[in-house]
């Protein structure tokens, strides 16, 4: 947090950090009372890499998401072009015509296809995008029960031998009851992951794209204003998130090896709650990328801690539900106090002995120098 | 003439609505000339046109409180389901413990169901408004536990509404020609209409979404006004959910109104509103309701396969989003104006009178930029 450095008193925060710290407050507040409340299970590393084993789909889908909502949009078809891509991928391999390859450029196919087709109609269009991304939810939801039915059990031995495939790391693990130690393991679809998040978080952070981005999302009439091919960098947006989400189909079926009807469902929903709480918001030029992931471990948390707390399985949505309330108050409360910071900073300097002090005086010689050196330069 | 051309103007918005509608009658008149035909049985009308009606009851009155809450909060609630699943629980267990039941053991359950209404619309409400909340964040609760409260509040699976009057509510009473869930939706429709006409609800609803700092400005809170138009959100859902489960004549709380407000925020944008809040119309909204209904069953009468039915409506839903896009219409109108230039021009050119063309080309850019 470059902001956060004592050198520089006067830079705010940006809004975009607040709500990720926060965010990272909440997960390592949640995560200390799993630990409090089931020291046995929370403590094995094992139970917060499956976070990751179980649910690297829904990672991935939450990421694309957030790219979304950070243009100031919403793409509510990630879920169903996942179960898509889990059903096509699975009938391609076991008509046994394509290869592991071949599935995989499948799966960014479809996605792309359906992530061009947002992009265009939503950036070059102007269509609001809820709407098509609902037609788009029905379309892919369509080609999946034309496709295939009933759940298909993938048996191709490649791909089983993939499924398989885990990484062990040796150093970690925890000592079972009979004194074998059991080293921690981590899934193919983790390392997607992982490389995903790093990839995105470059592209949003230094990238010309991601300032674009959140300029767009923030004001678009200023973006255009400042130059910023607006319908472009929607476009990409809506493009990007389209192939995140046929990469996470594709995870998806690494994950569970069958593509069902079923697979995918509600990740839309699940993307959007892991999204909020991780600091993102609806409106959009908000939001840090990070803030993705750790509000889908919040959620995961979440889910699990009332699992092992044994809530009954009604009580359980409405607990999750009660989470979510919390921490939207929450993070709107925070906001608004801020924002009434703010107001009062907006105050003349000589209202405020703090900023009469040091304030300008500070400033001053910064401002000089740079004027002393646009002056050299036009010499 | 100016003044048809004025009332005309006025109504231009509903002009894509209707004639989706047109041509979708049209499609099913082709597959089958007895498409409008009523018949009369036991005194009672069925045919298409009645069950058309009769199906898009709840979506009807849902789209109703959804184009005010999409009007003034510039977002939609995603949980008017679950409200309405929540409401209707509340309405069968008061039916189902008040022993006999007569027409005002039911009257007093519906306005218990529409207090319920109140209060999730209150909660969906002061989220919204009072906490800066987006809408769909804000009502992301409800959905996500609403269904789950409901299911607590029947207590088992699915409880049955089996008495005389809930069944006539949900069919027909008898001696009345018409089904019962036609007549209430009229009658909703028709105290919106007056709402909207006696008082100042939908100005302030507009000014509001529109501009919220300028509302304020001008005297209009817009808080107060967005929860208001959660508040009657509310209200629809549990009408929707009233009407829904005395249809259905048992409460499953999984299944009742599920994906609703999908269809129910198509509807909205269907009749020309923007998602984006702002000017609203309700008769859009209405005929939007009805088109997705006739949709739906006009893809079930060209027997198309039925797993494909959603894939067909998502490939429907885009040609006409496509159609109806500003920049596809600006493009069509250049297009036109073009090509009338051209063809005014070539006239012009075979006369010889050069100087007409000029002054016909003018005249068309005039026009133009008016």
């Not at chain 1, 509000?295 to 399985?313: C, F, P």
């Not at chain 2, 005309?8 to 004639?19: C, V, W």
């Not at chain 2, 409260?149 to 088992?156: C, H, L, M, S």
Request: proline content about 4%; overall charge positive.
């Amino acid at each position: 947090m470059g902001t956060l450095n004592p050198t520089k008193p006067r830079t705010r925060m940006s809004n975009s950090t607040l709500l990720f710290i926060i965010a990272g407050i909440i997960f390592l507040l949640m995560y200390g009372i799993a630990l409090l409340s089931f020291p046995v299970s929370f403590r094995q590393f094992q139970t917060f890499f499956d976070f990751f084993n179980l649910n690297a789909a829904l990672f991935i889908v939450t990421l694309g998401m957030c790219i979304v909502m950070i243009g100031g949009g919403i793409d509510i078809s990630v879920g169903a072009v996942c179960g898509l891509v889990t059903m096509a991928c699975a009938v391609l391999l076991q008509s046994g015509t394509g290869n592991i390859w071949g599935a995989f450029f499948l799966a960014l196919g479809i996605g792309l296809a359906f992530g061009l087709m947002h992009g265009y109609l939503i950036a070059y269009l102007e269509i609001q995008p809820f709407i098509i991304t609902l037609a788009g939810m029905f379309l892919a939801q369509g080609l999946l029960t034309t496709l295939h039915k009933e759940p298909l059990n993938v048996t191709v031995p490649a791909f089983v031998a993939l499924r398989r495939f885990t990484i062990e790391i040796p150093w970690l693990g925890t000592v079972n009851r009979l004194g074998v130690f059991i080293p921690c393991e981590i899934k193919p679809g983790v390392i997607v992951v992982v490389v995903l998040v790093v990839l995105y978080a470059v592209l949003m952070k230094w990238s010309r794209f991601g300032r674009n981005l959140y300029a767009v999302g923030g004001n678009r009439q200023s973006a255009r204003m400042l130059g910023i091919n607006v319908k472009k960098t929607i476009f990409l947006s809506y493009v990007l998130c389209g192939l995140t989400a046929g990469i996470s189909g594709f995870v998806f079926l690494l994950t569970t090896g069958a593509g069902n009807i079923g697979n995918g469902a509600l990740y839309e929903i699940k993307a959007i709650a892991a999204n909020v709480m991780g600091g993102i918001l609806l409106n959009g030029g908000v939001g840090n990328l990070l803030g993705a992931p750790i509000g889908t471990l919040t959620l995961l948390t979440i889910n699990e801690l009332i699992r092992a707390a044994g809530v009954q399985s009604n009580l359980q949505a409405i607990v999750s539900g009660l989470l979510l309330y919390l921490f939207i108050v929450l993070q709107s409360i925070i906001m608004s106090l801020r924002d009434r910071r703010k107001f009062r900073l907006a105050l003349p300097p000589w209202l405020k002995p703090h900023l009469a002090a040091g304030g300008e005086r500070d400033r001053e010689p910064r401002i000089r120098k740079a004027g002393e050196k646009i002056r050299k330069q036009v010499k | 003439m100016p003044r048809l051309k004025a009332q005309f103007d006025r109504l231009s918005h509903l002009f894509l609505p209707l004639s989706v509608l047109v041509i979708l009658l049209i499609i099913n008149l082709i597959k089958g000339a007895d498409y409008f035909k009523i018949t009369m049985v036991n005194g009672v009308f069925y045919g298409n046109i009645p069950n058309i009606l009769f199906g898009a009851s709840e979506l009807v009155i849902l789209s109703v409180g959804m184009t005010l809450v999409t009007a003034a909060a510039r977002g939609q609630d995603i949980s008017i389901g679950e409200s309405g699943a929540i409401s209707s629980a509340i309405f069968v267990q008061y039916v189902l413990q008040a022993g006999e039941v007569t027409i005002w053991t039911i009257l007093a359950g519906f306005l218990i169901s529409c207090v319920a209404g109140l209060v999730i619309g209150a909660f969906n409400g002061t989220l919204v408004s009072f906490f800066n909340v987006q809408p769909m964040v804000a009502t992301l609760i409800l959905f996500l536990g609403g269904r789950s409260i409901a299911f607590i509040i029947d207590g088992k699976v699915s409880p049955i509404l089996a008495n005389p009057i809930s069944n006539q509510i949900g069919t027909v009473i008898p001696g009345v020609p018409i089904q019962t869930p036609i007549i209430l939706t009229a009658v909703f429709l028709a105290l919106v209409a007056v709402v909207l006409k006696t008082t100042n609800l939908r100005l302030y609803v507009e000014a509001v979404g529109i501009n919220p700092s300028a509302a304020r400005l001008n005297g209009i809170n817009p808080k107060k006004v967005i929860f208001l138009t959660f508040l009657l959100m509310g209200v629809c859902s549990a009408i929707a959910g009233f009407i829904a489960v005395n249809k259905a004549g048992r409460h499953d709380s999984v299944n009742l109104l599920k994906f609703i407000m999908m269809d129910a925020i198509l509807a909205v944008a269907l009749g020309e509103n923007s998602l984006g809040g702002g000017k609203f119309s309700i008769t859009g909204s209405i005929i939007g309701a009805y088109t997705i209904e006739v949709l739906n069953r006009t893809l079930l009468r060209l027997e198309v396969n039925p797993e494909a039915i959603k894939a067909f409506k998502a490939v429907f839903i885009i040609i006409l989003m496509v159609i109806a896009s500003p920049v596809v219409r600006v493009s069509a109108r250049k297009f036109l104006d073009k090509a009338k230039t051209f063809v005014a021009g070539y006239s012009v050119r075979q006369t010889g009178g050069l100087n007409k063309a000029v002054v016909s080309i003018t005249d068309s850019s005039v026009k133009k930029e008016e």
